[in-house]
């Protein structure tokens, strides 16, 4: 049987598995040993399965229960059925939210794509220092998010941030530039903070991927006479695009439903402009006090992920059907 | 590591958190108290000191947790739904409405008469916050009122009178960024803080747009009275650019510093500012002014939102104690300490100490008189769960940026306020 | 553009971008309350002090925040790796019948990222009688921490050739011994980016740990921060020197480790 293609989805969820040779002992401790093996495997994802079940399935159920009920908080909460999607669905500021979530994901991702990659090709040829930069660059992954956060609103200022005052100072700019008060720079802002800290997983993750690709690939490219460019194009690109997608699926799942950097640079202001899913989730849930809109509201990122999911490893594997 | 070692190293990790995790309780009575930490440490300092001499006095051990403006509702929605409310707790303007109306909290109307006979009558403006079907569910603390900061130097530069009225704030603007003084003198954040939603509220009822009636049941909001108060204060953003749209994404300390950064001639705030020049030393301390949040034609009906009162929730398994802590820190030397502690951010509801000599000068006398002209959330009626909502869900600072950030008409942004005040009303019933 | 130029440009324009906002925080961090406020020296402080500092460890919980984030990091990243691990040798070596289901379903669980359940999974810990704990979070990090560690060492176990295993059972050892002697020793650097990943995962979470947690000697790091803006003043010079301290125990760990970070994601995301 065929290993599973490197980085593919199969690899992903499963690799078939390679059947061992038998062994020279008898057919009964065959038998055993199976039994044993399955025991084993079991008790071993025994702990998986249990915080799965209680602590991800259970409450996951719970919210899909709770979306379906007009729960406020202190009170019990009663079934209403679709009403609070409705209600969603007809609200004009949640339309707002649903089309910035997207437009910030997509900013987001684009550019920690495009960044990671040039990252990577940049970084690729084994340099002196490499080590050092690389590590450097991982940085803003590291840093906790609350401070980039804090610290991209600290720099975005009107009047006394790094940015305006630099700029100012430089002569580009005669007045401060409305960042956060802006509706559009506001989500650039905060598409600028997220890409910051995000780029770094990307960079990373490609530049390492890029690593296992053999070098006489290379070779037997620059003997043809191909330029870096083509190279990359040719051979660095389609050889990493298994991990590119699976970086790109996870980010982009990590960042439709991303919290932090929206509530704490802008708490999705001004109006809703920047208000995304999470963040009006949490509003709903904790200023209105409404549980059951608010779980209705985070439904909503739902199809988007799923088809995310569905249409990776179908992109992955065009021929084969999905898993 | 490899397999044993890190085994055991975790089991006794586990065990060690566990002992951390697991602290053994004393004997004697152990309360908890929520409070509000507040803009001036000072004052912070004073309250936890009374307290716990207070605590000492009635024989309790008690755990002070903090929360901030912002994170209050997030600690107590969690409480509230773990039934883990504190023994006391301090609770804003629309704490008790909601509490009381949950049933989570005790009837304090002796405590409210013990505290009177000490401190003197009641002002009536601070009933509707904690006074439901004729019982007193929480004490009434103080008040932090919301007044108009200006800078009165450049006020004068520009030949103008302080502002009595919003437009007076709009012409005086105006003319600060014509003379080159300032770009965006005009520091009205209608953001999801209080002072967005304060001043919103003080402006729609000074224009005769109040959405309720005297027994706190919906009537509708007055359209044309909306729109008027709508039409004063976005031309400061849309048409005069009087205003910087960064000033909506404010958090609570944005227009604080715009203020002593001397960026910003008018912003509402409570006397914070006062105190953080006063601390610093600040330069612009003597050209800072203060004066009544503007009238409307339908005159001053000023907002209380940042009332801060004593609840004795019923969840508290000491209950007996926790009134004792209560009666002690409302008694006339503490609450007389830290009052005059306060740098004049704790404004009192009681007739002895309002009258007390510490206001007796020109800033705090504009600072009481905001108090007593105070109206309370859900005026003209009572502090209802709904009325809470209202604020709560940034109903009315929404319409605000309806129409400045998605230039929405005003008589559109009135319409979809409206319509979700009507929802609340109809999902939270005045009874 | 000659591919030396373009490394140049990106490599440039890349620390450029990494080392404004880091020398933003330090820079703030060692200005007064009044030069920051009064937009005095802005490019270096100038006078230069420590007071925002000593105030963190003075007038704050800080050093409060920095234990309980190290604690509900520490036990949160060893609770993840026990788990993950286990699972992921069980997925790739051992066979049992719905074992692909199962692999299927780790991978789902990225469905449910914490925006979207920390309602949910709040009111599964109160039904459970244990909110407003340090280990309330240790319990609920793992939610997000096993699926990642799981796939990544799944990939890893992998890569470690079969033969060496079957070799050692047919000598007689037991699974669990093949496990602990063999696989996890090879496994050390992928185990070690896991490691770090949940670590820095965890030092960095906010969202549960403002909701579950309501004792101010609980707050994490990251709650305790948000607290410096939120009042009527901020406090950016504090918040700048809180930010850095809070930064430096993860920074100095990449620092050594790094590197595992990297050998770790490429054989555990890459290699067949």
Same mark, same amino acid.
């Given at each position: 049987m065929q290993r599973p293609a490197r980085g593919s989805a199969d690899e992903l969820i499963l690799a078939p598995p390679v059947a061992a040779a038998p062994r020279a002992r008898g057919l009964a401790w065959h038998r055993v040993n199976r039994v044993q093996e399955r025991l084993l495997g079991y008790a071993l994802i025994a702990p998986v399965a249990l915080l799965i079940v209680v602590l991800i399935a259970y409450p996951f159920l719970n919210a899909i229960w709770l979306s379906l009920t007009e729960k406020i908080v202190g009170y019990p909460a009663h079934f209403v059925g679709f009403k609070n999607y409705a209600a969603l669905w007809e609200s004009a500021r949640f339309r707002i939210v649903a089309w910035n979530s997207v437009v910030y994901t997509v900013g987001s991702i684009g550019a920690k794509v495009v960044i990671g990659?040039?990252?990577?090709?940049?970084?690729?040829?084994?340099?002196?220092?490499?080590?050092?930069?690389?590590?450097?660059?991982?940085?803003?992954?590291?840093?906790?998010?609350?401070?980039?956060?804090?610290?991209?609103?600290?720099?975005?200022?009107?009047?006394?941030?790094?940015?305006?005052?630099?700029?100012?100072?430089?002569?580009?700019?005669?007045?401060?530039?409305?960042?956060?008060?802006?509706?559009?720079?506001?989500?650039? @802002?905060?598409?600028? =903070?997220?890409?910051?800290?995000?780029?770094?997983?990307?960079?990373? +993750?490609?530049?390492? =991927?890029?690593?296992?690709?053999?070098?006489? #690939?290379?070779?037997?490219a620059s003997v043809d006479g191909a330029s870096a460019w083509q190279q990359f194009w040719r051979i660095s690109l389609p050889s990493i695009k298994g991990v590119v997608a699976i970086v790109t699926l996870l980010s982009t799942i990590w960042t439709l439903n991303d919290f932090n950097i929206v509530y704490i640079m802008t708490r999705g202001g001004p109006g809703a402009a920047t208000h995304i899913f999470a963040t009006y989730s949490y509003e709903l849930g904790i200023q209105s006090q409404r549980w059951g809109m608010a779980m209705a509201a985070s439904m909503y990122s739902l199809p988007v992920i799923a088809f995310l999911i569905v249409f990776v490893v179908r992109y992955l594997h065009p021929e084969e059907p999905s898993s | 590591m490899s397999g044993a070692p890190r085994r055991i190293f975790t089991i006794v990790l586990i065990l060690v958190l566990a002992g951390a995790l697991a602290p053994a309780r004393a004997a004697d009575v152990k309360l908890t108290l929520w409070r509000l930490k507040t803009y001036i440490p000072p004052a912070d300092k004073i309250l936890d000191t009374t307290i716990q001499d207070c605590s000492k006095k009635i024989g309790a051990e008690v755990q002070i947790q903090t929360y901030t403006f912002d994170d209050m509702w997030t600690k107590y929605t969690a409480a509230i739904e773990s039934k883990t409310l504190p023994d006391v707790a301090e609770l804003d303007a629309v704490g008790p409405a909601r509490l009381a109306n #949950?049933?989570?909290?005790?009837?304090?109307?002796?405590?409210?008469?013990?505290?009177?006979?000490?401190?003197?009558?009641?002002?009536?403006?601070?009933?509707?916050?904690?006074?439901?079907?004729?019982?007193?569910?929480?004490?009434?603390?103080?008040?932090?009122? #919301?007044?108009?900061?200006?800078?009165?130097?450049?006020?004068?530069?520009?030949?103008?009178?302080?502002?009595?009225?919003?437009?007076?704030?709009?012409?005086?603007?105006?003319?600060?960024?014509?003379?080159?003084?300032?770009?965006?003198?005009?520091?009205?954040?209608?953001?999801?803080?209080?002072?967005?939603?304060?001043?919103?509220?003080?402006?729609?009822?000074?224009?005769?747009?109040?959405?309720?009636?005297? @027994?706190?049941?919906?009537?509708?909001?007055?359209?044309?009275?909306?729109?008027q108060a709508l039409k004063v204060v976005t031309p400061a953003y849309l048409a005069d650019k009087t205003a910087a749209l960064d000033y909506l994404s404010w958090s609570g300390s944005g227009n604080n510093e715009a203020f002593?950064?001397?960026?910003?001639?008018?912003?509402?705030?409570?006397?914070?500012?006062?105190?953080?020049?006063?601390?610093?030393?600040?330069?612009?301390?003597?050209?800072?002014?203060?004066?009544?949040?503007?009238?409307?034609?339908?005159?001053?009906?000023?907002?209380?939102?940042?009332?801060?009162?004593?609840?004795?929730?019923?969840?508290?398994?000491?209950?007996?104690?926790?009134?004792? #802590?209560?009666?002690?820190?409302?008694?006339?030397?503490?609450?007389?300490?830290?009052?005059?502690? @306060?740098?004049?951010?704790?404004?009192?509801?009681?007739?002895?100490?309002?009258?007390?000599?510490?206001w007796n000068n020109p800033d705090g006398k504009i600072i009481a008189e905001t108090v007593k002209l105070g109206r309370p959330v859900g005026w003209p009626g009572p502090t209802t769960p709904a009325a809470a909502e209202v604020i709560s869900s940034n109903v009315l600072t929404d319409m605000m940026t309806r129409v400045i950030v998605d230039k929405v008409t005003p008589e559109k942004a009135i319409e979809e306020a409206d319509k979700r005040i009507k929802e609340i009303y109809e999902r939270l019933p005045v009874k | 553009m000659s591919s030396r130029a373009f490394r140049w440009l990106v490599v440039g324009g890349l620390l450029v971008l990494v080392a404004v906002p880091l020398y933003w925080i330090l820079n703030t961090s060692?200005?007064?309350?009044?030069?920051?406020?009064? +937009?005095?020296?802005?490019?270096?402080?100038?006078?230069?002090?420590?007071?925002?500092?000593?105030?963190?460890?003075?007038?704050?919980?800080?050093?409060?925040?920095?234990?309980?984030?190290?604690?509900? =990091?520490?036990?949160?990243?060893?609770?993840?790796?026990?788990?993950?691990?286990?699972?992921?040798?069980?997925?790739?070596?051992?066979?049992?019948?719905?074992?692909?289901?199962?692999?299927?379903?780790?991978?789902?669980?990225?469905?449910?990222?914490?925006?979207?359940?920390?309602?949910?999974?709040?009111?599964?810990?109160?039904?459970?009688?244990?909110?407003?704990?340090?280990?309330?979070?240790i319990l609920a990090y793992p939610t997000f921490l096993v699926p990642f560690v799981t796939w990544l060492l799944m990939g890893f176990f992998r890569s470690i050739p079969r033969e060496l295993e079957e070799a050692a059972l047919v000598d007689g050892a037991t699974r669990l011994q093949t496990l602990r002697r063999i696989v996890l020793p090879l496994a050390a650097p992928g185990l070690l980016a896991a490691g770090l990943f949940c670590f820095t995962?965890?030092?960095?979470?906010?969202?549960?740990?403002?909701?579950?947690?309501?004792?101010?000697?609980?707050?994490?790091?990251?709650?305790?921060?948000?607290?410096?803006?939120?009042?009527?003043?901020?406090?950016?010079?504090?918040?700048?020197?809180?930010a850095a301290l809070a930064s430096a125990p993860v920074v100095i760990v990449y620092i050594y480790l790094h590197k595992y970070m990297v050998s770790g994601l490429t054989a555990g995301a890459v290699k067949g």
């Open positions: 990659l040039a990252m990577a090709a940049a970084l690729q040829k084994a340099v002196r220092g490499n080590q050092l930069l690389r590590g450097f660059l991982l940085l803003p992954w590291v840093i906790p998010t609350v401070v980039i956060a804090l610290t991209w609103r600290w720099l975005l200022d009107l009047y006394r941030g790094l940015v305006n005052v630099g700029l100012h100072d430089l002569g580009v700019i005669s007045a401060g530039i409305h960042w956060l008060g802006n509706p559009d720079l506001a989500m650039l @802002s905060v598409i600028m =903070a997220n890409v910051w800290r995000g780029f770094p997983f990307f960079g990373v +993750s490609f530049l390492a =991927a890029m690593q296992t690709v053999p070098q006489d #690939l290379y070779d037997a | #949950l049933g989570r909290l005790s009837d304090v109307s002796d405590l409210v008469g013990t505290v009177v006979k000490e401190l003197g009558e009641l002002a009536p403006n601070a009933e509707g916050a904690v006074k439901f079907g004729g019982k007193f569910y929480a004490v009434p603390h103080y008040a932090i009122p #919301l007044i108009l900061f200006y800078r009165k130097d450049l006020v004068e530069k520009v030949g103008a009178q302080p502002p009595d009225t919003w437009e007076a704030i709009n012409d005086i603007s105006i003319k600060i960024k014509k003379a080159g003084l300032q770009d965006f003198p005009q520091g009205f954040p209608w953001n999801r803080t209080g002072d967005g939603y304060d001043p919103a509220m003080s402006l729609l009822w000074s224009y005769g747009a109040a959405w309720v009636d005297k @027994s706190g049941k919906y009537v509708g909001m007055p359209k044309d009275k909306a729109l002593m950064a001397g960026k910003i001639t008018f912003t509402p705030n409570g006397p914070s500012i006062l105190f953080q020049e006063d601390s610093t030393k600040h330069p612009l301390r003597k050209d800072t002014a203060i004066k009544l949040m503007p009238r409307g034609p339908a005159g001053r009906n000023l907002a209380l939102t940042f009332v801060m009162n004593w609840g004795v929730p019923v969840d508290g398994k000491q209950q007996k104690e926790a009134r004792a #802590l209560v009666s002690c820190i409302m008694s006339k030397d503490k609450f007389t300490a830290y009052m005059t502690g @306060s740098f004049q951010q704790a404004v009192p509801f009681f007739k002895n100490l309002i009258n007390d000599d510490y | 060692f200005k007064t309350g009044r030069q920051i406020l009064m +937009s005095e020296a802005i490019y270096v402080p100038r006078p230069f002090t420590i007071e925002n500092y000593l105030y963190l460890f003075e007038e704050t919980r800080f050093a409060t925040w920095l234990r309980n984030s190290t604690v509900v =990091a520490v036990a949160s990243t060893l609770i993840s790796l026990a788990i993950g691990s286990a699972g992921a040798y069980a997925l790739t070596r051992l066979r049992f019948p719905g074992r692909r289901t199962f692999g299927a379903l780790v991978l789902i669980t990225y469905l449910v990222p914490p925006g979207l359940m920390f309602i949910p999974l709040y009111r599964t810990f109160i039904q459970i009688g244990y909110s407003n704990s340090l280990g309330t979070l995962l965890s030092w960095n979470e906010f969202l549960y740990a403002l909701i579950f947690i309501a004792d101010d000697s609980l707050r994490t790091l990251p709650v305790g921060l948000s607290e410096f803006v939120v009042s009527d003043f901020a406090f950016w010079g504090q918040l700048m020197a809180a």
